[in-house]
């Protein structure tokens, strides 16, 4: 039987147009881009055409595009500098970010350089802009606000503009984990209120351990990695050069699809909740499943039983890979963060299913069939 891949929010696939851009760099085109030689200096200029077509699809300066080792490094820079560079000392976050933010967040507090507060959730998983605007309006100090734009887990989404305007009415610095949204998603950053966001190419069919940070061109920070002049001495050491090269590639990619592929991917994401709903008793879905919320990414709850505990070691076994978090799991897995804070029901079983253009209405169909006998 075919492996059935509903795991898009993890990595993807590599597009074969996107490796084939990459290869020269892998065989012959191998020069340092520091070096003088016009060998090394062609391969500068690949880093310097994809950081232009980057921006270019992005609306942002080539000089604000960074290229970094993926979403978790650009992440933990753009915090450490805003603590570190620009004066926040008080950081604004929510229970439900990607690990690469709380647990920075939760290190710059335990080593007393900010302070963290939390904001509220509404019961459908989305940020209480209230909630957001009370505690900048408390705040004595500089803030940094870090709230991701699409929830890796249940797929809600954040109003960006509306917490940027807020950020410039308090006069926060404001950083949005975008790692689900770019490549995903239209963004028009020279019209957004944001100073840092981040992208990771294998979220788009991408290399893996290539990703960017965004630094609006108004803020200045230091150098997180030292020891050379690379990236505008802001990031020291070789760059990844065929890395650099597939993610400008796989961007441009999708963003040529991008309309096609919301509306394909959407309905699969649709036809699924339907198909869930007539055939499993009991389903349900986490977060905003039906309104603002990502198109590729769909968290299921269904009832916990002896049968359902074992849920996706069953899936794996019908080569169906899907992700889990549920709230609370025995042993090691210490379950989803994001659930628990979301829907902290012990008895519900919890799994994300996300898509990609490769998947089809056939592997829902499969993917339901299977369901019934495992719930």
Do not use: W
């Not at 986490?286 to 769909?298: E, H, K, M, R, W």
């Not at 549920?326 to 799994?351: M, Y």
């Not at 299913?353 to 089809?360: E, L």
């Amino acid at each position: 039987m075919n492996r059935i891949y509903f795991d898009n929010a993890a990595t993807t696939a590599i597009d074969p147009q996107v490796l084939s851009v990459m290869m020269p760099y892998l065989t012959e085109k191998f020069g340092n881009p520091s070096s003088i030689y016009s060998y090394g200096r062609e391969n500068r200029m690949a880093i310097e055409t994809a950081r232009k077509s980057v921006a270019k699809i992005l609306n942002a300066h080539p000089a604000e595009i960074f290229f970094t080792s993926g979403g978790t490094e650009s992440s933990n820079t753009a915090i450490i500098a805003a603590v570190r560079d620009l004066g926040c000392k008080h950081i604004i976050t929510s229970p439900i970010e990607h690990h690469a933010v709380t647990h920075s967040v939760e290190h710059l507090d335990n080593t007393d350089s900010a302070k963290v507060s939390y904001v509220k959730l509404l019961p459908n998983g989305h940020v209480d802009i209230d909630d957001l605007e009370k505690l900048l309006a408390l705040s004595e100090e500089k803030t940094l606000v870090t709230l991701m734009h699409a929830n890796n887990e249940i797929g809600n989404i954040l109003n960006i503009h509306a917490v940027g305007n807020l950020c410039k009415l308090y006069n926060a610095i404001f950083h949005s984990d975008t790692v689900q949204t770019i490549g995903h998603f239209p963004f028009d950053l020279r019209n957004t209120p944001v100073h840092f966001v981040t992208g990771a190419a294998h979220k788009f069919h991408g290399p893996k351990g290539i990703g960017i940070l965004y630094i609006n061109e108004n803020v200045k920070i230091k150098p997180f990695v030292h020891g050379g002049s690379q990236e505008r001495n802001m990031r020291a050491g070789t760059e990844n050069l065929y890395g650099i090269v597939g993610f400008a590639k796989a961007l441009e990619m999708a963003t040529t699809t991008q309309e096609e592929d919301m509306a394909t991917i959407g309905t699969l994401k649709y036809y699924m909740i339907d198909e869930l709903k007539k055939h499993i008793p009991g389903v349900g879905f986490n977060g905003d499943a039906l309104g603002n919320s990502l198109y590729t990414i769909l968290s299921v709850s269904f009832p916990k039983t002896e049968k359902s505990e074992m849920i996706l070691f069953n899936l794996d076994i019908n080569n169906i890979c899907a992700s889990g978090g549920s709230a609370c799991t025995s042993g090691a897995d210490q379950g989803s963060h994001v659930i628990r804070a979301i829907n902290n029901n012990p008895n519900q079983v919890t799994v994300r299913f996300s898509f990609s253009k490769h998947n089809t209405k056939e592997e829902v169909d499969i993917v339901v069939e299977k369901l019934k006998g495992l719930v």
